[in-house]
């Protein structure tokens, strides 16, 4: 099979999750808490085994205790998925509120047009998170599914666009 039969096979996977995922938000949102979890407790336990792989650090001590702060966050994700599903919530609009408060502060420093959408894109961001917190914590119900399910359909449609089109496209040709 062709690479281009790849990615509108990948396209069409992510395309159908998406629409899933949009479809049932609390489920998708369950799902993405899982899929945290899960990548919480392999990114912790390849810190742990990196603290103790050649060539040794003088951070042995803290990456292992990052590691296993990462692996029992994982666990604690998969264990309780509704308290989790709450927590990440909670941060995502934590993040997104400081984010556009960064940007906006940013934005002054700008002269150009750059000023304009690098303040709207922080209103944005402040505006998403204080929507969340509000509605708090019913919309934890939905906000992971709903971005996991916005990101895998923007993901269908570029891979599938990538493989109708071919690479006759792209701007720099590959090697």
Not at 110 to 134: E, F, N, P, Q, T
């Amino acid at each position: 099979m062709s690479h281009k039969v790849w990615y509108i096979i990948g396209g069409l996977v992510a395309l159908i999750g998406g629409i899933a995922a949009l479809t049932n938000l609390f489920a998708a949102s369950i799902a993405a808490t899982a899929l945290a979890g899960y990548l919480f407790i392999i990114a912790g336990a390849f810190q742990i085994f990196g603290a103790f792989s050649p060539p040794r650090h003088g951070h042995r001590v803290a990456q292992s205790l990052f590691g296993l702060i990462s692996v029992i966050l994982g666990l604690w994700l998969l264990i309780d998925p509704m308290e989790g599903m709450l927590s990440l919530t909670f941060a995502i609009a934590i993040l997104l509120i400081l984010s556009g408060g960064t940007r906006a502060v940013a934005a002054f420093s700008y002269r150009s047009s750059a000023k304009v959408i690098l303040l709207i894109s922080a209103l944005v961001a402040i505006g998403l998170g204080l929507l969340i917190l509000i509605s708090y914590p019913v919309s934890a119900m939905a906000v992971l599914g709903l971005y996991l399910g916005i990101e895998l359909v923007f993901i269908g449609a570029a891979l599938l666009t990538i493989g109708m089109t071919g690479h006759d496209h792209l701007a720099v040709k590959p090697l």
